[in-house]
Nanobody, 115 residues
Framework: QVQLAESGGGLVQPGGSLGLSCAAS????????MGWYRQAPGKQRELVAA??????TNYAGSVEGRFTISRDNVKRWYLQMNSLKPEDTAIYYC??????????WGQGTQVTVSS
């Protein structure tokens, strides 16, 4: 079992920046990929960014060039969000995928981009 806890999030004006962090505990040795997803009201949850244990990153087209995912190790990773837009408003979820293809999720943190 892997437990995830996000921190960060909040209210920011358009064009502003915000950072999220995720702390993992438990069977972290089993984590292969670390990531961030988001879900806006009335929409499906979508991948925002992911980083593999080896460092390879993957971004949604809508955030590429504005968001950066990084990690210290498999126990902590981050999402730096710059040039935020109102359409980035959503609940952001920390995600860990294990080598056995099991998904673990954080509780979610609200990000609101509004003037």
């Amino acid at each position: 079992q892997v437990q995830l806890a996000e921190s960060g999030g909040g209210l920011v004006q358009p064009g502003g920046s915000l950072g999220l962090s995720c702390a993992a505990s438990g069977s972290t040795f089993s984590i292969n990929t670390m990531g961030w997803y988001r879900q806006a009201p009335g929409k499906q949850r979508e991948l925002v960014a992911a980083i593999a244990r080896g460092g390879t990153t993957n971004y949604a087209g809508s955030v590429e060039g504005r968001f950066t995912i990084s990690r210290d190790n498999v126990k902590r990773w981050y999402l730096q969000m710059n040039s935020l837009k109102p359409e980035d408003t959503a609940i952001y979820y920390c995600n860990a995928k294990t080598y056995s293809r099991v998904d673990y999720w954080g509780q979610g943190t609200q990000v609101t981009v509004s003037s």
